[in-house]
């Protein structure tokens, strides 16, 4: 099987250019090409000799996600839902302006990004592990989502031809005062300006990252070399349900992303119901390796805890959580629930989840309440994949 040129970092590229006996110049003219010019197919690279394009094709694939359905939230969240070559579905969310939620400064354009079709831990609120896990995502499909949004926001909102609310970003950009009029105020998103739209990361989409080790940290390298998109270590944030072997694995890395444990219980009893990965690596466990990343590191971890009403929500949970964070020096990021159709788990009041939030800070913990965003276009983990599949009627699992 032909592997893809998107899945070659540029030194292997030019080891390959250099057996082919070509110029050292021709990798860098080709990366200019992917990672640049956003190029899909290979007859565009006209500087590139013929016979090399020829050669490049016969050996390579060069394959780019399709755009299945595209979806706007009024806070102007978008989510993208993609078409992989061999018909799979997988998502990408595009956050407009993230608030310092992972230790990064604010006003970024975050994309979230899936690593899997599907995903195998079957947390019980998640609707990404609800028709089970079908595949890993090869490196190349993971760059291509930053890629292929890349491509839309270049299609779609630098053109002023385009119309709707994306047009008021190319009234902004050209200061046209007339374009900014053109979409509805409360989905005029707030892009930073520039050549690239996405400049932080977050691994959170559908799937485990750490279970996608190899192709996964290959991806983030490419999307960090300043050969490709050039998306800085610290802008990066993978999010685990708690894989304790790789959380050393990544400890011992010399890549400085950042991490998030998604922890949603603090005691064994409350997080195995939620998380069935809890019974094969415990809290004592996944506290262990925690450690062991953040002494490695000398980097602050960030612990996920959903708010579900009556589950992990009540004041039982305070302490163990407080005492947890508190001993890793972590920070804890509350998320209200995201109702999933067919799951029976609510968000608790905003009442209930202020309480929560007191209860945490007043025992000394960094914690904040998150205002989770697109909820109105199901932006959740797995949400969107697991409507178009049901309408589609096409099964996920074999
Ligand atoms: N498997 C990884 C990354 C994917 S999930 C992980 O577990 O961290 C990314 C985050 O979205 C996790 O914290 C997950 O628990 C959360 N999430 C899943 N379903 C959600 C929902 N319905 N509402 C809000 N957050 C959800």
Redesign the pocket.
């Known amino acids: 099987m032909k592997s893809d040129i998107k899945s070659l970092t540029l030194d292997q590229i030019e080891k390959t250019f250099r057996v082919w006996g070509q110029p050292a110049y021709r990798a860098a003219q080709l990366v200019g090409w992917l990672y640049r010019q956003l190029a899909c197919d290979w007859g565009l690279m006209t500087n590139l000799p013929r016979a090399l394009r020829d050669r490049l094709a016969n050996e390579y694939t060069l394959n780019c996600l399709e755009l299945v359905t595209l979806k706007e939230a009024a806070d102007g969240t978008r989510k993208f839902l993609w078409r992989l070559h061999d018909g799979n579905m997988i998502e990408s969310v595009l956050i407009p302006a993230n608030p310092a939620l992972y230790g990064g400064g604010s006003d970024r354009t975050t994309l979230c990004v899936s690593t899997q079709v599907g995903?195998a831990?079957r947390?019980a609120?998640?609707?990404?592990g609800l028709r089970g896990w079908k595949r890993d995502l090869a490196t190349e499909e993971i760059v291509e989502q930053v890629l292929a949004v890349e491509r839309w926001y270049r299609a779609t909102c630098k053109t002023p031809a385009s119309a709707g609310p994306v047009s008021r970003i190319a009234g902004d950009e050209t200061g046209d005062p007339e374009a900014g009029l053109a979409g509805d105020a409360l989905s005029a998103p707030t892009f930073q300006q520039g050549t690239r739209l996405v400049d932080n990361i977050v691994v959170?989409?559908m799937?485990?990252?750490l279970a996608n080790y190899e192709n996964l940290l290959k991806a983030l390298h490419i999307l960090n070399a300043p050969w490709a998109t050039g998306i800085g270590a610290r802008r990066i944030t993978i999010?685990?349900?708690g894989l304790a072997p790789q959380i050393r694995r990544l400890a011992d890395e010399k890549f400085q992303v950042r991490l998030?444990i998604?922890l949603?219980a603090a005691t064994d009893e409350v997080r195995s119901k939620l998380m069935p990965v809890n019974r094969k690596y415990p809290l004592r466990d996944l506290m262990s390796a925690c450690k062991y990343y953040v002494d490695r590191k000398g980097k602050m971890i960030t612990f996920?805890y959903?708010l579900i009403e009556g589950v992990n929500d009540g004041p039982d949970q305070v302490k163990p959580l407080a005492m947890f964070a508190r001993r890793l020096g972590a920070k804890i990021n509350l998320?209200p629930?995201?109702?999933?159709e067919g799951l029976q788990w609510r968000r608790p009041s905003a009442t209930a989840q202020r309480a929560f939030h007191r209860a945490l800070k007043s025992l000394g913990v960094t914690a904040t309440l998150r205002q989770?965003k697109g909820s109105d276009i199901d932006a959740?983990?797995g949400q969107l994949r697991l409507r178009t599949e049901a309408q589609q009627g096409s099964p996920l699992t074999d």
Not at 337 to 340: A, G, L
């Open positions: 995903c831990y947390c609120f998640c609707a990404s959170m989409g799937g485990e990252p999010s685990t349900a998030a998604s949603h996920e959903l998320i629930y995201n109702p999933v989770e959740a983990c």
